[in-house]
């Protein structure tokens, strides 16, 4: 009989729908302020000018909605696979290929910043600050990410055969 894979979604806390939300306002703003002011004596806006700065808002907009629904999913089956959507970033880690997993506190300080970093010892995931593990893998980059309780992702690792230790 099959196991049931491990299973966990964080939501991005606090500080990302922040972020997201001030995205938006900045780019409505910005693309508010030249719609609204009068333009220099002599030359108004063109249409490539108002096709350039509604473009630039549509795409800062759904950046900042996707930044506001961001979420990371962490699921271990076969390999070990943390995703964070919407956007495409996705970590599959074979179970053999898992040299250690070792628990640790993270925060923005000691994962370079928060969201996807590349940091000296590998990559970090960081939505919210809190507990989490850092995986060395065996030939690759290490990968450090947010999980409720690291304990219980250990023990699933462990449960499928993978070294932890």
């Known amino acids: 009989m099959r196991r049931a894979p491990y299973e966990e979604a964080l939501p991005s806390g606090r500080l990302m729908p922040v972020v997201g ?3 938006i306002a900045i780019a409505v703003a910005a693309v508010a302020l030249p719609l609204v002011l009068p333009p220099s004596p002599g030359r108004g806006l063109d249409p490539g ?5 509604l473009g630039t808002l549509v795409v800062t907009v759904v950046l900042g909605i996707g930044v506001v629904r961001m979420r990371q999913t962490i699921r271990i089956d076969d390999v070990l696979e943390v995703r964070v959507s919407p956007f495409w970033y996705r970590r599959r880690i074979p179970l053999d290929r898992i040299a250690s997993v070792t628990p640790m506190e993270m925060n923005g300080l000691n994962s370079g910043g928060w969201g996807i970093r590349l940091i ?8 919210d600050n809190g507990p989490g593990v850092h995986v060395t893998v065996r030939g690759k980059r290490a990968l450090r990410f947010r999980c409720d309780d690291p304990d219980a992702l250990v023990a699933a690792l462990e449960a499928r055969g993978a070294s932890v230790r």
């Open 21 to 23: 939300i001030a995205v």
């Open 120 to 127: 000296p010892s590998g990559t970090a995931i960081l939505l």
């Open 49 to 53: 000018d108002v096709a350039v700065l």
